[in-house]
């Protein structure tokens, strides 16, 4: 049971990776050969001489990085802030942080398109990974929960030597949030990567599409041509795949720190 | 704190109440100083978005000409628009019928997995990956699944003597199909209850199984409650994302068969971005997110009749 409910689960990957490399005719012989007798490798190269998919690649990279950085930075901060000093406010701040992380996004979605509109950034990649440097309330929330977790012992010894609070977060606590930081960098590069409605509102031009795009804008020009919509599909998942292959660890520790966030 | 960072001999005590009355001011300056990346952003994409689409509610504006203020015009012209009724009534289908399946989907594959079994890195993988794949690459796939001639949904049904079902095709089948989808992206509901499931305290079954449960009343009794805020949780969770899904209907139907997946997001997208109605979507956008924050708030009014917190009580 365990098997087939596996094999269900794992269909549409595998016939995304056996229709990219079938020949036009084969993609709909039924019943579906899973195993294509002659595997067609060129469909990959085929996809990269008919739209420019290593500028797709390279703009989902850059803005993928660039968010990711912003996140990390921004959530080591404000955790920090949140969790190692007492200050008046904190708590206020702190609501304030949970209340964001139920608010429904759709409601600033226009009004945000307009102030970026009027400070001329529609059309560049700003949007896409600028508001991760302002911390975003999951992340933080998940940071703060692991700082917790560190003695306070360490903040009060650094604090004796003399060190300000800015060398105690970057020289003491930040390189003890290890696990912490690795989850927020694969979920944050993930949710940029993937992301789809923000490039679709604020991008136009065609050489600054990201992949999410780019692949639709190839499914739409070249819809007929299934066995190249899936391996251009399958260059768009594959990055997903690797980084799922080498940072296992820090999904699963992900879920178990959200775990602590339901309680 | 005063006993661990004064030394006794070194300080007395006025020194140190000084000393720690600086500190206090530098921890609310530091405090601040910190948090200001959190606090400038929430001002500048929450705060004030907010305040600036109650302005937009309130005027006409296609981003051209100048605003005008037309007042509560557009709450009276959605009550004449039959594609609100429609949108809303879509999200809701989607919401109400979608979730709780994706919960109890989630949750099987959760205690499957929380079973000794071989392999289970390996079926982890496969549940979770569609989870955190680009919404785009599964839809363009998913398509494909459900098509009615050649779709591989369609010929598992022939197996079993059933179909064939137009699916993205009917209008009756669009949101069953849509549905069908997001049963297999609830990897990420199914990990969240894994970790929970694997916190569950072994004393507790342990000790329940001494008192003669069975194993079906060890799971109602002892698992189920344990584990409820993390239901809870991806509830919660699950709901708001719900009412607000977009980039699949966006790709896979645009709304179609006859305005049947047409949910509340897509018509405000259409709305913004493709008719500039500025002000009328931001006003769609203030009932959907009115919506949401209202169901939220019921399922926390109901939350303490059946979430248990553990040392709360």
Same mark, same amino acid.
């Not at chain 2, 405090?31 to 990346?37: E, N, Q, V």
């Not at chain 2, 796939?141 to 003597?161: A, C, D, M, R, Y």
């Given at each position: 049971?365990?098997? %087939?409910?596996?094999?269900?689960?794992?269909?549409?990957?595998?016939?995304?990776?056996?229709?990219?490399?079938?020949?036009?005719?084969?993609?709909?012989?039924?019943?579906?050969?899973?195993?294509?007798?002659?595997?067609?490798?060129?469909?990959?190269?085929?996809?990269?001489?008919?739209?420019?998919?290593?500028?797709?690649?390279?703009?989902?990279?850059?803005?993928?990085?660039?968010?990711?950085?912003?996140?990390?930075?921004?959530?080591?901060?404000?955790?920090?802030?949140?969790?190692?000093?007492?200050?008046?406010?904190?708590?206020?701040?702190?609501?304030?942080?949970?209340?964001?992380?139920?608010?429904?996004?759709?409601?600033?979605?226009?009004?945000?398109?307009?102030?970026?509109?009027?400070?001329?950034?529609?059309?560049?990649?700003?949007?896409?990974?600028?508001?991760?440097?302002?911390?975003? %309330?999951?992340?933080?929330?998940?940071?703060?929960?692991?700082?917790?977790?560190?003695?306070?012992?360490?903040?009060?010894?650094?604090?004796?030597?003399?060190?300000?609070?800015?060398?105690?977060?970057?020289?003491?606590?930040?390189?003890?949030?290890?696990?912490?930081?690795?989850?927020?960098?694969?979920?944050?590069?993930?949710?940029?990567?993937?992301?789809?409605?923000?490039?679709?509102?604020?991008?136009?031009?065609?050489?600054?599409?990201?992949?999410?795009?780019?692949?639709?804008?190839?499914?739409?020009?070249?819809?007929?041509?299934?066995?190249?919509?899936?391996?251009?599909?399958?260059?768009?998942?594959?990055?997903?795949?690797?980084?799922?292959?080498?940072?296992?660890?820090?999904?699963?520790?992900?879920?178990?720190?959200?775990?602590?966030?339901?309680? | 704190?005063?006993?661990?960072?004064?030394?006794?001999?070194?300080?007395?005590?006025?020194?140190?109440?000084?000393?720690?009355?600086?500190?206090?001011?530098?921890?609310?300056?530091?405090?601040?100083?910190?948090?200001?990346?959190?606090?400038?952003?929430?001002?500048?994409?929450?705060?004030?978005?907010?305040?600036?689409?109650?302005?937009?509610?309130?005027?006409?504006?296609?981003?051209?000409?100048?605003?005008?203020?037309?007042?509560?015009?557009?709450?009276?012209?959605?009550?004449?628009?039959?594609?609100?009724?429609?949108?809303?009534?879509?999200?809701?289908?989607?919401?109400?019928?979608?979730?709780? $399946?994706?919960?109890?989907?989630?949750?099987?594959?959760?205690?499957?997995?929380?079973?000794?079994?071989?392999?289970?890195?390996?079926?982890?993988?496969?549940?979770?990956?569609?989870?955190?794949?680009?919404?785009?690459?599964?839809?363009?796939?998913?398509?494909?699944?459900?098509?009615?001639?050649?779709?591989?949904?369609?010929?598992?049904?022939?197996?079993?003597?059933?179909?064939?079902?137009?699916?993205?095709?009917?209008?009756?089948?669009?949101?069953?199909?849509?549905?069908?989808?997001?049963?297999?992206?609830?990897?990420?509901?199914?990990?969240?209850?894994? %970790?929970?499931?694997?916190?569950?305290?072994?004393?507790?079954?342990?000790?329940?199984?001494?008192?003669?449960?069975?194993?079906?009343?060890?799971?109602?009794?002892?698992?189920?409650?344990?584990?409820?805020?993390?239901?809870?949780?991806?509830?919660?969770?699950?709901?708001?994302?719900?009412?607000?899904?977009?980039?699949?209907?966006?790709?896979?139907?645009?709304?179609?068969?006859?305005?049947?997946?047409?949910?509340?997001?897509?018509?405000?997208?259409?709305? %913004?971005?493709?008719?500039?109605?500025?002000?009328?979507?931001?006003?769609?956008?203030?009932?959907?997110?009115?919506?949401?924050?209202?169901?939220?708030?019921?399922?926390?009014?109901?939350?303490?009749?059946?979430?248990?917190?553990?040392?709360? $009580?």
């Amino acid at each position: 049971m365990m098997i %087939a409910l596996g094999l269900t689960f794992l269909m549409p990957l595998a016939w995304v990776v056996s229709t990219s490399l079938k020949l036009p005719g084969q993609v709909f012989i039924t019943p579906i050969e899973w195993i294509p007798t002659e595997p067609k490798w060129d469909n990959y190269f085929e996809v990269f001489r008919r739209l420019p998919f290593h500028l797709f690649i390279r703009n989902s990279f850059f803005v993928s990085i660039m968010g990711t950085i912003g996140m990390v930075l921004s959530s080591l901060t404000v955790a920090y802030g949140l969790s190692r000093l007492r200050w008046p406010g904190r708590d206020f701040v702190f609501t304030v942080l949970l209340a964001t992380m139920m608010l429904p996004a759709v409601v600033t979605m226009i009004p945000v398109f307009i102030i970026f509109k009027e400070i001329n950034w529609v059309g560049t990649f700003y949007p896409l990974w600028v508001p991760a440097w302002f911390g975003a %309330a999951f992340y933080i929330f998940l940071m703060r929960q692991y700082m917790l977790t560190l003695p306070l012992e360490l903040d009060e010894a650094a604090k004796i030597d003399g060190a300000s609070n800015f060398r105690i977060l970057w020289q003491v606590i930040a390189p003890l949030c290890g696990p912490a930081v690795a989850t927020i960098t694969i979920f944050a590069f993930l949710q940029h990567y993937n992301a789809f409605m923000e490039p679709l509102i604020y991008i136009s031009k065609s050489e600054m599409y990201t992949l999410p795009l780019g692949l639709l804008w190839f499914k739409g020009r070249f819809g007929n041509f299934w066995h190249l919509v899936m391996a251009a599909s399958m260059i768009t998942i594959l990055p997903v795949i690797i980084i799922f292959f080498f940072a296992q660890r820090q999904f699963v520790q992900g879920a178990q720190f959200t775990g602590l966030a339901g309680r | 704190m005063t006993a661990t960072t004064s030394a006794p001999g070194i300080q007395t005590q006025p020194q140190t109440r000084r000393r720690m009355s600086a500190a206090q001011r530098r921890d609310l300056r530091d405090g601040l100083l910190f948090t200001s990346p959190f606090i400038f952003g929430v001002l500048a994409l929450w705060v004030g978005p907010m305040l600036y689409s109650v302005f937009l509610i309130l005027h006409r504006w296609n981003m051209l000409a100048p605003p005008r203020f037309i007042g509560t015009g557009h709450f009276e012209r959605m009550l004449n628009d039959p594609l609100v009724g429609k949108s809303l009534v879509n999200t809701a289908y989607y919401t109400f019928v979608g979730v709780p $399946l994706q919960l109890v989907v989630a949750f099987a594959l959760a205690v499957m997995l929380n079973q000794q079994i071989r392999g289970l890195s390996v079926y982890r993988t496969i549940y979770y990956l569609p989870s955190i794949t680009p919404a785009v690459a599964f839809a363009v796939v998913w398509v494909q699944i459900l098509n009615p001639e050649f779709g591989v949904l369609n010929e598992v049904l022939h197996w079993f003597g059933l179909g064939p079902i137009n699916w993205l095709f009917e209008p009756a089948w669009a949101k069953p199909a849509l549905i069908i989808m997001s049963l297999w992206l609830t990897g990420f509901q199914m990990i969240i209850f894994l %970790a929970g499931l694997q916190g569950v305290p072994k004393e507790l079954e342990e000790a329940a199984e001494i008192d003669g449960a069975n194993a079906w009343r060890r799971f109602i009794n002892v698992t189920i409650p344990i584990i409820s805020p993390i239901i809870f949780f991806n509830m919660i969770i699950g709901i708001i994302g719900s009412f607000q899904v977009f980039t699949t209907v966006f790709i896979m139907t645009d709304g179609g068969p006859q305005n049947a997946t047409l949910f509340m997001v897509l018509y405000i997208y259409r709305n %913004a971005f493709e008719l500039f109605r500025m002000g009328y979507a931001a006003s769609l956008a203030w009932i959907l997110f009115l919506i949401i924050m209202a169901f939220t708030a019921i399922q926390f009014f109901f939350a303490n009749r059946w979430v248990y917190y553990e040392g709360k $009580l």
